[in-house]
Nanobody, 124 residues
């Protein structure tokens, strides 16, 4: 069993930056690929970023590529999402997820665990 707890959300002006963290419990963190998704009310959950279990491979959709960076520290059981050049359309609840592979997370499948979410609001 893995529990995921996100933190770091908040209110930021357009063009600003935020860093989200997701702390995982359990001794198997390093065996999971990790990812971030976001969701706004009335819309489907959207893939934002994924990283392989080793941290070597990363995956992003075009909407955040070049602005967001995912990374992980397996010694600290934590995955991060650095978000730069934020836009109002990045406003959403951001969820951390653990899955079988980065590519599988990118395709929206094989998610084993979800966090509870953290709100990110970008003002114009």
């Amino acid at each position: 069993q893995v529990q995921l707890v996100e933190s770091g959300g908040g209110l930021v002006q357009a063009g600003g930056s935020l860093r989200l963290s997701c702390a995982a419990s359990g001794r198997t963190f390093s065996s999971y690929a990790m990812g971030w998704f976001r969701q706004v009310p009335g819309k489907e959950r959207e893939f934002v970023a994924a990283v392989s279990s080793s941290g070597i491979a990363t995956y992003y959709p075009d909407s955040v590529k070049g602005r967001f960076t995912i990374s992980r520290d397996n010694a600290k059981n934590t995955v991060y999402l650095q978000m730069n050049s934020l836009k109002p359309e990045d406003t959403a609840v951001y969820y951390c997820a653990a899955g079988q592979s980065g590519r599988a997370i990118q395709s929206g499948g094989a998610i084993n665990y979800w966090g509870q979410g953290t709100q990110v609001t970008v003002s114009s």
